[in-house]
């Protein structure tokens, strides 16, 4: 059970304290308006000039139709105004605009007293934890802005954590055990990101962590690059690269270098304040313009990189070998080492060789200068080689000091060339300690190096090795660790890494890695600030959480759980709230901080129906009814402060005014009547294509129609397949079908009915007892003889005339196959629907030769001695009067 719980002010079961501070005042909310006394200062103030009073607005959204009348009348008014109290906002906007949507904006409002009255104080939502108010204030209701939670406190000193969700309008009746009179706001962020935030990032209303300077990702959970620790601090002062991270010590690592050599386009030497690059001896311009990075005459560059001067008597050299490639005047190359030029011994006029030590003056030999060991001259700048102390320098025998290095040079004695040699390329300056003549160039030591190189062990180098560490005093000098310390940083004895498989920790050896740590190469890392204990460096590493984010999940530690849920400290988990509870600090009904249902209030922790006063209900988002906020006296009861009257509080708006204000509006934009004439032209063309394709079907139905009337569409058949076949197999254009003509019996038919409308029925079988001709409609023509000279396949499907010649025909000798047929090309006989009469004898006739006809007609009736069946006829001439048949006996 929560023990830190809000209180109420003492004075608010104090009644008639409470009414006395009332005062007359009409409160609405979206649809209806009580009038009655209150000292409620949520909301808004809404006034108009004219207005009979003004309207104290309840959170919630009002439109150009919201009822009663009076508030209708009033936000419609040009002249209405608002007044809004600490925390609201219409919008983005303080002025009155309709749709009002009055809300509060992200935070946190608290009231003095129940119901939300007194003077408020709203905390918005913080940016950064820097910004989060913790200090302690007196409170007997908050309100609290949607999807924001705010984890509160009774006082400073707690440390218990209330978790709220809901406004609640009197912290009285919260659970069991409230009775403190003050909170302290400990967290406040919103619920809109997903996932949620780290400790350090703060969530914004519009879903996005924002976070502090020095933190980077989407949660804020790591530092940025030269940023460490669990505040992300920046590195120190003249620190290029340091110990970073959440889980680093900031220790540096890589001092700032000031002017390299590079800021100036230099190789082996010094930049200048004024940006130009002094070269370390030996060194010079390179042809490619980079100062000092070629070797300078009378030097060569050595395989390790560094420039040495070439032999005594040399002017140039190889580099690499140090081969003589030029030697002085009166000088010889040395053919057993061709590294040195040998100088000419000195003899006199009469051929008498000096010794060393003296040269000839042409008829004797004279001494050199005591600085000299061999010269050509009385001078000491005469010197070949430099007597013992002595060194050759630019012409000349200069001594060194105890570090061997040369007088007025940085240049260091060498006692094997009995001259001044350089130093490293990456030295500035260097000796050879406790220099005598029987020192070598190899107990060189650097002790001043370029910038950006570091000096260990008497070398410049560009990192301190891993048992040593920058001295922080120079950042140039690599001092060694304790012998305690593996890797150090800082100083000798913060260790990195311990020697003796102990753990660094805060720089010291230990054998463990204490609490809120975990090991990792040799050294107790530091866990993420969202963790009391974890197995690695990230957030999402935790293995247990602090007491401020106490919520372990998927490895993190979140500070709450969801809305409808509360944390259980005996099982450290997320248990769901009772059904009844919107948000809850335990389990059970009686533990509900906010009701789920808008139909009952909180009463000492649980949720309760009721009923409110009249007409009223409970106010959406505020957990009250609106009569608890309004007193209003009964009619019989006598007020030293009596009401007044004003109409329209109770009274709908009516439905012309409700239409009059919908149907006033703005002018259209010009953009706005280009989108509806585009609109409409839009519409038309689409119902001009419906219209035309409706049109074309119907057509398209009309012509199929008719044309299987007419029987124009037949079907191919494989006489069309084949003409296809020869046409794409000879390369020819696509033929069109013929039109069809009448067929054959059709056209008899017709002549059969002119006939008999001028002669009278005839004696022929009618057409109609033929049988059916083929599929194709077409008759006959195997064996007939005008077969011969009818079209061809292709005329007849596509109606062009015969390409070849026509065949020729038969002569034909009888003059009776001469006389055309009237009604057909042949004389078979068909079925008939009644049998034709037997034929009448003609003496005339029988004295003619037969017919072909007649012979295959007397032939089928000698044959059958039955009479024949339906359909079978004898074929008889006999006068028609004026037929043209050929089987009529003409006389």
């Known amino acids: 059970m929560i023990l830190s719980l809000l209180a109420v002010i003492p004075f608010v079961f104090c009644g008639a304290s409470v009414v006395a501070q009332q005062t007359a005042a009409v409160v609405c909310v979206a649809g209806q308006c009580l009038q009655g006394f209150t000292n409620i200062t949520t909301g808004a103030t809404l006034s108009a000039s004219g207005s009979p009073t003004s309207l104290r607005l309840l959170p919630g959204q009002y439109t150009s139709s919201t009822n009663p009348q009076l508030l209708h009348a009033i936000l419609t008014s040009s002249s209405a105004s608002l007044s809004l109290s600490p925390g609201f ?16 904006e992200p935070g946190i409002a608290t009231y003095p007293a129940a119901n939300y009255s007194g003077s408020s104080t709203f905390t918005n939502l913080p940016t950064s934890n820097a910004s989060r108010d913790s ?6 209701s908050v309100m609290l802005s949607s999807n924001v939670w705010a984890a509160v406190s009774a ?74 620790g669990p505040d992300c601090q920046a590195c120190p002062a003249g620190c290029t690269s340091c110990d970073d991270g959440i889980s680093g010590s900031g220790r540096c690592l890589v ?40 070797c300078a005459d009378g030097f060569f560059l050595t395989s390790d990189g560094n420039c040495q001067a070439c032999q005594l008597g040399c002017t140039q050299c190889a580099d690499s070998t140090g081969d003589c490639i030029a ?22 006029s009469t051929g ?96 001043g190096c370029l910038p950006g190189f570091v000096l260990s062990g008497g070398q410049c180098i560009e990192s301190c090795p891993s048992d040593t560490f920058l001295d922080p005093k120079d950042n140039v000098t690599c001092t060694a660790c304790d012998s305690s310390c593996s890797t150090c940083a800082g100083s000798s004895t913060f260790c990195l890494t311990c020697a003796n498989n102990q753990l660094a920790s805060g720089g010291k050896c230990v054998s463990s890695c204490p609490s809120n740590t975990f090991s990792s190469s040799g050294a107790c890392i530091t866990c993420h600030p969202d963790c009391a204990s974890c197995s690695g460096s990230a957030f999402n590493q935790c293995s247990s959480c602090p007491s401020d984010r106490p919520v372990l999940t998927n490895g993190r530690c979140l500070p709450t759980c969801s809305k409808n849920q509360f944390f259980d400290k005996t099982s450290s988990s997320c248990q769901s709230c009772d059904s009844s509870c919107s948000s809850c600090s335990g389990a059970g009904p009686s533990n509900c901080l906010a009701c789920s249902s808008s139909s009952q209030v909180l009463r000492g922790g649980t949720c309760t129906s009721t009923t409110c006063t009249g007409s009223s209900s409970v106010v959406a988002g505020l957990g009250v009814c609106l009569s608890d906020l309004v007193e209003v006296p009964p009619p019989s009861s006598t007020q030293s402060t009596p009401l007044p009257t ?34 409409c032209a839009f519409i038309f063309v689409v119902f001009l294509m419906l219209w035309r394709g409706h049109a074309r079907k119907r057509r398209a139905k009309a012509t199929a129609m008719f044309a299987t009337a007419k029987r124009i569409d037949r079907p191919g058949g494989w006489r069309w397949r084949l003409l296809r076949f020869g046409e794409k197999l000879f390369g020819h ?64 499907l596509t109606g062009l005339p015969r390409a070849g010649p026509q065949p020729r025909q038969p002569v034909r000798n009888n003059a009776r196959d001469l006389l055309p047929s009237r009604f057909s090309d042949a004389t078979s006989s068909h079925a008939s629907p009644q049998p034709s009469p037997p034929p009448v004898p003609n003496l005339l006739e029988a004295s003619r030769p037969l017919t072909p006809a007649q012979e295959y007609a007397r032939l089928v009736g000698q044959t059958s001695g039955q009479p024949e069946p339906r359909g079978g006829y004898w074929i008889q001439p006999m006068d028609t009067g004026g037929s043209r048949n050929p089987f009529v006996n003409r006389v």
Request: charged share 10%.
């Open 352 to 447: 008498t060789v000096c010794p060393d030590g003296s040269f000839s003056n042409g008829t004797a030999c004279t001494p050199c200068s005591p600085l000299c060991s061999t010269c050509s001259g009385a001078t000491s700048s005469d010197c070949i080689i430099c007597g013992a102390g002595q060194y050759s320098l630019n012409g000349n025998c200069v001594s060194a000091d105890g570090n061997g290095v040369c007088q007025g040079s940085t240049l260091i004695a060498d006692n094997n060339k009995h001259e001044c040699d350089s130093c490293p390329a990456k030295c500035t300056s260097c000796k050879i300690p406790n220099f005598n003549v029987a020192s070598t160039v190899n107990q060189l030591q650097c002790t």
């Open 327 to 348: 030697c002085k005047t009166n000088f010889s190359l040395n053919a057993n080492d061709r590294t040195k030029c040998i100088a000419q011994q000195s003899t006199t």
């Open 255 to 294: 001092a700032t270098v000031s002017n390299p050599p590079s800021s100036c386009n230099c190789l082996n030497g010094v930049c200048g304040s004024n940006g130009q690059c002094t070269c370390n001896s030996g060194w010079t311009t390179a042809t490619n313009g980079t100062a000092c990075a070629k």
């Open 733 to 796: 254009n696509r033929s069109r079908r013929a039109p069809t003509p009448d067929a054959p019996p059709m056209q008899m038919e017709k002549l059969r009915a002119v006939e008999e409308a001028r002669r009278g029925p005839s004696p022929l079988p009618s057409l109609h007892d033929y049988p059916a001709r083929p599929a194709d409609n077409r008759p006959n023509h195997r064996f007939s003889a005008t077969s011969l000279s009818n079209d061809s396949l292709y005329s007849h």
């Open 155 to 228: 006082g400073s000193s707690s440390t218990d954590r209330l978790i709220i969700w809901d406004s609640i309008a009197d912290l009285s009746q919260l659970p069991t055990g409230s009775s403190l009179s003050s909170i302290s706001i400990l967290d406040m962020q919103s619920a809109a990101c997903s996932p949620p935030c780290s400790g350090a990032g703060i969530c914004s209303a519009s879903g996005t962590c924002t976070c502090p300077q020095g933190f980077t990702g989407s949660s804020c959970e790591s530092c940025a690059t030269g940023f460490f």
């Open 646 to 679: 004003f109409s329209g509080i109770d009274s709908p708006v009516p439905s012309s005014s409700t239409s009059t204000s919908k149907t006033i509006g703005r002018p259209l934009a010009w953009w706005e009547i280009l989108l509806m004439a585009l609109g």
């Open 135 to 140: 200090t302690s204030t007196a409170a007997g």
């Open 89 to 104: 906002a219409n919008g983005n906007s303080t002025s009155l605009s309709l749709p009002l949507n009055l809300a509060l």
